[in-house]
């Protein structure tokens, strides 16, 4: 099992996770050509994938889903509250509801949605496995629950978001409004609020630990990653970073 980043941040998002010969992409935040460009530069096709999983519809991981979608024929999995921000003409033939708390498989694939609290109509993120590597990804999460932790505990690999620094995000150019959206229970996570959560972690079985989701005005990843591995016990070079330019290269669990 294996798994990378075309970029992760407010101007777009996607990931693969790959088993065998099963490709899933998470979220598609970019326009057309540049999807198919990002993926070349992990050595794929858009033919090589199977699907796209959705987490929800805001434009930074819905916004490309429908054209690359229907240009490549993909399936796309998504709760009904995403579903409803699709285009009027997509095919339906191409849509796969899914339940919040219900795994589902696709190819050699086992994904497992969970509801995360977030200011969207019914958001997800995503835990894939091949039945004995679990790879975790959250990036857009206003708080942590027990439910987040239960569904991240155990993991092999995890993708976190770290969006923003507290003091950064307050002392910014944002409006008050903004600062408390972002900030809020369901905002994005905080450099600590990250923290918190990997500290209270089954991380016994961790071996690849990202940051993700950083802001480019409120972040930076030396932060990011001072905050990931304080909480991880471990030195800051092993804790990798998406970027927004390039995300990150294959990585395997």
Known sequence: MRFASLGSGSSGNALIAEVGETRVMMDCGFALA????????LG???GALAAIVVTHEHDDHLGGVARFAK?????VYLTRGTAQW??????????????SHSTFAIGDLAVEPFAVPHDAREPVQYVFTDGAKRLGVVTDLGTS???VQEKLSGCDALVLECNHDLDMLMQGPYPPSLKQRVAGKFGH???????????DLDRTRL???????????NNTPALAVAALAQAAGC?????GVASQSTGFDWREI
Do not use: M
């Open 44 to 46: 794929l096709a858009p």
């Open 189 to 199: 996570l905080s450099n600590a609020a990250a923290g918190a959560l990997l500290s």
């Open 34 to 41: 540049e999807t198919t460009e990002r993926l070349a530069r």
């Open 71 to 75: 240009r490549h024929a993909l399936p």
């Open 235 to 239: 030195e800051p070079a092993w804790v």
């Open 207 to 217: 071996r690849h630990l990202i940051a993700a989701h950083l802001s480019r005005q």
């Open 145 to 147: 629950t027990q439910h």
């Open 86 to 99: 699709l285009p009027e003409d997509f095919p339906a033939v191409l849509v796969r509801l899914i339940d």
